[in-house]
């Protein structure tokens, strides 16, 4: 502490005038990036999203909403969940997607209030394993999300995809063809 050309501060010195104002100045650019363009960035809870994903992912969330649907129609105790990514859809960030996935599963099956923060914690606790693979190959669509859903040694599946790269449709029950266009979803990141 006597040397010259060394300056001891308590743990508060980032508590100086010009700290809290290049603080306040990134939260604010946070909040605009969020509200004006759909980005977050530096979430605590939730996967950030890179900016030049946003656009490509967003639609992804609302489709993986579906998985309610699926939570709904499987019936038995869920010990896996495994998402396949595949052609467009194994090419975007998917953190969030699978976060938006076990929210919708969890969310008509559990009396507790699930959100895009404890789903993750939620499943783990209900030792449910949760995996993902990916693919390019989407057979005869440009992207598609399959939901696998093992519950007491029988396995369910749900796949889904997006028409004009922003459309939901479940095109897929188990080994059924369907095409089911769901009520509108409303995906809010909160």
């Given at each position: 502490m006597?040397?010259?050309k060394v300056v001891c501060t308590p743990h508060l010195g980032a508590?100086?005038?010009?700290?809290?104002e290049n603080v306040?100045?990134?939260?604010?650019e946070q909040v605009v990036d969020y509200l004006v363009h759909g980005v977050i960035r530096h979430a605590v809870n939730f996967p950030s999203i890179p900016p030049e994903q946003v656009l490509k992912v967003k639609p992804y969330l609302?489709?993986?909403?579906?998985?309610?649907?699926?939570?709904?129609v499987f019936e038995g105790a869920v010990t896996e969940i495994t998402t396949e990514y595949?052609?467009?859809?194994?090419?975007?960030?998917?953190?969030?997607?699978?976060?938006?996935?076990l929210k919708g599963?969890?969310?008509s099956i559990l009396e507790e209030t699930v959100n895009y923060v404890n789903a993750p914690v939620i499943a783990k606790e209900r030792g449910i394993k949760v995996k993902e693979t990916k693919s390019n190959d989407a057979g005869d669509y440009q992207s598609m999300i399959i939901l696998r859903v093992r519950t007491d040694g029988k396995e369910n599946s749900l796949a889904g995809t997006l028409f004009s790269r922003k459309d939901p449709r479940i095109v897929k029950i188990n080994n059924f063809d369907v095409e089911?266009?769901?009520?509108?979803?409303?995906?809010?990141?909160?």
């Open positions: 006597t040397l010259d508590a100086t005038e010009e700290a809290q306040a100045t990134a939260i604010a609302s489709l993986a909403e579906l998985s309610e649907f699926a939570s709904q595949r052609g467009e859809a194994s090419e975007i960030s998917t953190a969030p997607i699978n976060v938006a996935l599963f969890l969310t089911i266009i769901p009520k509108a979803i409303s995906v809010s990141l909160q």
